[in-house]
């Protein structure tokens, strides 16, 4: 089992940064994907950022935060971050981390094995 703890988030001012992390405990393993995904009031979830690694590592994100927002992983740490720069109220949500254990999942919340409860970020205007 996995156990999935998302932190970091706040309110926050447009064109502020904040930095979520992701802590993984329990069985984790030395390949899968690691994924982002957010929830705002009234709206579906949806795909944020997501990285995948076994051998090699790679990234992807959604259109709507690509060059604003980076995620990484600490193998070391079993931690992943999701950093978000030039921030704007359309940027809040609940967001949640999740995990694949295959590293087959790609840009959809299918194929995620756990998920953490989430962390509000509020971005005021």
């Known amino acids: 089992q996995v156990q999935l703890v998302e932190s970091g988030g706040g309110l926050v001012q447009a064109g502020d940064s904040l930095r979520l992390s992701c802590a993984a405990s329990g069985r984790t393993f030395s390949r899968g994907t690691m994924g982002w995904f957010r929830q705002a009031p009234g709206k579906e979830r949806e795909f944020v950022a997501q990285?995948?690694?076994?051998?090699?590592?790679?990234?992807y994100y959604a259109d709507s935060v690509k060059g604003r927002f980076t995620i990484s992983r600490d193998n070391a740490r079993d931690t992943v971050y999701l950093q978000m720069n030039s921030l704007n109220p359309e940027d809040t949500a609940v967001y949640y981390c999740?995990?694949?254990?295959?590293?087959?999942?790609?840009?959809?919340?299918?194929?995620?094995?756990?998920w953490g409860r989430g962390t509000q970020v509020t971005v005021s205007s």
């Open positions: 990285i995948t690694w076994s051998w090699t590592t790679s990234t």
């Open positions: 999740a995990y694949d254990r295959a590293g087959r999942a790609f840009a959809t919340a299918d194929g995620y094995d756990y």
